[in-house]
């Protein structure tokens, strides 16, 4: 998905504004990947709480 999401802007935008999300595109990979295993384990949490309860 994250992927997808990154690709799919870029087209519609011009070449001056691809210019400048090459500096955004750099950021996400690494910021995508924990957050969103971050918002499945609070999902998780959410749906399914600690038995230690």
């Not at 799919?8 to 955004?24: C, Q, V, W």
């Amino acid at each position: 998905m994250a992927l997808s999401r990154s690709s799919s802007p870029a087209s519609p935008l011009g070449p001056d504004l691809n210019k400048s999300n090459s500096e955004t595109k750099s950021s996400i990979p690494a910021i995508s990947v924990p957050s969103e295993r971050l918002f499945w384990m609070l999902h998780i949490f959410t749906m399914f709480p600690p038995l230690e309860q």
